[in-house]
Every structure is written in C-alpha cells, then in structure tokens.
C-alpha cells in the first residue's frame, strides 16, 4: 500500500496536513524526496514526469533568482523583488494548474531566502494569504528562510515571526542553522571556518521549543558539512552521523512516542555519495536538494544534440544530405529543448531511487 491509497493524499499540489502526512510517511518509511529546482515550465514537466514515472511525490522549488528566470531577465529585480514575486507566483499558479495532469502529489516550496531577500517572502505571503481567503489554502505549500549567517537568535526570532504569519495557513516552513558551505545565489560561504558548518545539538533543541508551540509544519536545515554546488572533494567532511545525535537530544529533551522527533533537510545535496545519502536519511531526512546536478543534466542532453547535430544546425535549409533539405525538424525548440527535459528526468529518477522514494504512491 503506497502513499496514495494507504493515507489518502490527494494528487497535484498539496497543503498543510498532507505535507505533514507526506513527510511523517517518508520519516518512517526511510526516503526522502529530492526538491527539484524549476526555472521554467520546461524544468517544471521533467521533474513531473520523472516523479510520475518512478511512482512517487515530488517536491519543486523556485529559488529567487530562479523566480525572477521564471518572470523573465527582461523585467526589473530591485531590492523591492518585483520580478522573484511575480515569478514565484506565476510558477505556483502554472505548477498547480498542470500538476494534477501528472496525477502524483507535489509540494510547492520555495528556496533560499536570506535576509535581505525578505522582500521576496514578504511578497508571496501576500499572495498566499489572498489565495488563502479565496480558496482556503495558501498559494505554495511551504516558503524557506535561510538566516545562517546572522546570530543565532536572530534567526529563530525572524522565523518564529513568519512561522506565525504561516501556521494560520498550515503552512509549512523549512528553517536553515548552520553554515552550508560553498556558493550559491551570491552567497559565498566557502572561506569560512570549519566548526561552523556543524549545527549544535543545543540550536536544534531550541528551535524545536521556539516553533513547537505555534505550529507543527516545519523542518530544518542543519549544518553537517554539506557545500553548495559541486566541487573536488577538499577539507571539508560530510558528517550524517550528526543529525541522529540531533534527534536523540531532541528525544531526550522532549520524550514521546517518536524517537526522530525533527524534520531534516539536507542542503547542498549534489555531488554526495549514496552512503551519505543513505545516512542521513535514515536520520530523518526528508527533503533533499540536488539543483546542481539537475542543472547539469539538463545541459547534457541538449549540449549532446547541438553537437551531434551541428552540420544541421547551420542553417535553415541545407545539411549533408543535400543543400535544399530543410533542417526545420532539427531546429524545432521542441526537439531539442525536450532532450534537456529527458535528461533531467533521468538524473531526478536517479535521486528518487537513491533516497528510496521510487515507488512509495
Ligand atoms: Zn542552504
């Protein structure tokens, strides 16, 4: 008995108790979903038919500048975010449009949002809440808030400020704590000090205790040694093995009937082994993000059709079959933007089948 039948999770996207059923189902069953970063409607349908294909959920993220890719690079992203809202809403409003034809759930999430992008936040809660008045759901699923890099203090007290925001909402909100290392949406963290990307047990406890009492729809980010992006392998060591000392403090703290009391994200995913893979989630992660090598992928398959096809390419009409065969079939974004979709699906079924979430519907 698989998600679908066993807790009645509805297909398309998904809110509030469901998120919570989705999540609590993979905690126990060991899997995590992999949070596919979309730009276009072209990422959205590869990572939908991928999910589909493999017979499992998906989560689908818009970053902030993904959000504005979505909006357009022709329209204006001042410190205000016109362009991340209007693309982060436009994505959510196509995405819950076309998700229900794919007939798997999908949760929709946003990703990074550091401080100075609040705005950003600011403006989707808008929307959410205007969708919620009208529909009784909000707009996404779930929003992140990366606050890392400020005191740890200010960070749970920024979050518990928009976890209130949320909760009436049901909405879910990922938190990070911790410096995930590396580069990613011009935040370069790779120069920093070692202990640092390691999350204290103490951090996780009182998060735990600060969230609790206003909602249940949340899940944290923790430092393990986890880098943004793909780089050869350096100093920094990948430490899973931390997050079940996190879930056995928090058990001990708190008692109850369940030994993983936390939800873990597992951020800068890309490029990490299956053991490690493996390990965390067996902790109690249930969300990973792989937008490196999605992008990647994405690329082979058309970079492997533009060079195979290149004396096709030229011009409209003539190839090396004759020099008035026309090259429309060849040219058609259809047939080569497609062969990015398919390699992309290919590389999310790889990371549905290696955090064991193929085959959980
Ligand atoms: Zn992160």
Redesign the pocket.
Same mark, same amino acid.
């Not at 919570?20 to 905690?27: I, N, P, S, T």
């Not at 790779?190 to 640092?196: E, F, R, W």
């Not at 026309?326 to 290919?346: C, F, I, L, Q």
């Given at each position: 008995m698989g998600l679908l039948d066993e807790l009645n999770i509805p297909v398309g996207v998904i809110y509030g108790d469901d998120v919570l059923k989705l999540f609590e189902h993979a905690r126990k069953n060991g899997y995590a979903l992999p949070a596919c970063n979309v730009t276009s409607s072209s990422t959205v349908i590869a990572a939908l038919e991928a999910a589909r294909d493999a017979k499992s959920a998906i989560i689908l993220q818009t970053s902030q500048g993904g959000a504005a890719y979505f909006a357009g690079k022709g329209i204006k992203n001042t410190e205000k975010q016109e362009a991340s809202i209007a693309g982060s809403i436009a994505a959510a409003h196509y995405i819950r449009a076309i998700a229900p034809s794919y007939g798997i759930p999908v949760v929709l999430h946003t990703d990074?949002c550091a401080k100075k992008l609040l705005p950003w936040l600011d403006g989707m809660l808008d929307a959410d809440e205007a969708f919620f008045k009208a529909n009784g759901v909000p707009l996404f699923s779930s929003h992140m808030i990366?606050l890392?890099e400020e005191p740890v203090e200010e960070n749970i007290e920024t979050c518990v400020k928009y976890l209130k925001r949320a909760a009436p909402m049901k909405q879910w909100l990922e938190m990070?704590i911790g410096i995930?290392g590396g580069e990613?949406d011009g935040v370069d963290n790779s120069g920093v000090d070692n202990s640092a990307l390691y999350t204290q047990p103490e951090d996780i406890y009182a998060i735990q205790q600060a969230f609790s009492p206003i909602s249940k729809y949340f899940s944290i980010?923790a430092g393990f040694g986890n880098v %943004?992006g793909v780089y050869s392998p350096g100093n920094v060591k990948l430490h899973p093995e931390l997050l079940g000392k996190h879930q056995a403090y928090v058990h001990e703290k708190i008692g109850g009937e369940e030994k993983k009391p936390v939800f873990f994200v597992f %951020?800068?995913g890309s490029g990490s082994s299956l053991e490690e893979y493996q390990e965390a989630i067996s902790h109690g992660v249930v969300k990973v993000?792989v937008d490196t090598d999605l992008q990647f992928a994405y690329l082979a398959g058309i970079r492997d059709y533009i060079t195979n096809n290149i004396e096709y390419l030229k011009t409209q009409v003539g190839n090396p079959e004759g020099a008035n065969k026309p090259n429309k079939k060849k040219y058609d974004p259809r047939v080569w933007v497609r062969e990015g979709e398919k390699t992309m699906a290919s590389r999310i079924t790889q990371s549905l089948k290696d955090f064991n979430a193929a085959g959980t519907l």
């Amino acid at each position: 008995m698989g998600l679908l039948d066993e807790l009645n999770i509805p297909v398309g996207v998904i809110y509030g108790d469901d998120v919570l059923k989705l999540f609590e189902h993979a905690r126990k069953n060991g899997y995590a979903l992999p949070a596919c970063n979309v730009t276009s409607s072209s990422t959205v349908i590869a990572a939908l038919e991928a999910a589909r294909d493999a017979k499992s959920a998906i989560i689908l993220q818009t970053s902030q500048g993904g959000a504005a890719y979505f909006a357009g690079k022709g329209i204006k992203n001042t410190e205000k975010q016109e362009a991340s809202i209007a693309g982060s809403i436009a994505a959510a409003h196509y995405i819950r449009a076309i998700a229900p034809s794919y007939g798997i759930p999908v949760v929709l999430h946003t990703d990074h949002c550091a401080k100075k992008l609040l705005p950003w936040l600011d403006g989707m809660l808008d929307a959410d809440e205007a969708f919620f008045k009208a529909n009784g759901v909000p707009l996404f699923s779930s929003h992140m808030i990366d606050l890392s890099e400020e005191p740890v203090e200010e960070n749970i007290e920024t979050c518990v400020k928009y976890l209130k925001r949320a909760a009436p909402m049901k909405q879910w909100l990922e938190m990070e704590i911790g410096i995930t290392g590396g580069e990613e949406d011009g935040v370069d963290n790779s120069g920093v000090d070692n202990s640092a990307l390691y999350t204290q047990p103490e951090d996780i406890y009182a998060i735990q205790q600060a969230f609790s009492p206003i909602s249940k729809y949340f899940s944290i980010a923790a430092g393990f040694g986890n880098v %943004h992006g793909v780089y050869s392998p350096g100093n920094v060591k990948l430490h899973p093995e931390l997050l079940g000392k996190h879930q056995a403090y928090v058990h001990e703290k708190i008692g109850g009937e369940e030994k993983k009391p936390v939800f873990f994200v597992f %951020h800068g995913g890309s490029g990490s082994s299956l053991e490690e893979y493996q390990e965390a989630i067996s902790h109690g992660v249930v969300k990973v993000n792989v937008d490196t090598d999605l992008q990647f992928a994405y690329l082979a398959g058309i970079r492997d059709y533009i060079t195979n096809n290149i004396e096709y390419l030229k011009t409209q009409v003539g190839n090396p079959e004759g020099a008035n065969k026309p090259n429309k079939k060849k040219y058609d974004p259809r047939v080569w933007v497609r062969e990015g979709e398919k390699t992309m699906a290919s590389r999310i079924t790889q990371s549905l089948k290696d955090f064991n979430a193929a085959g959980t519907l």
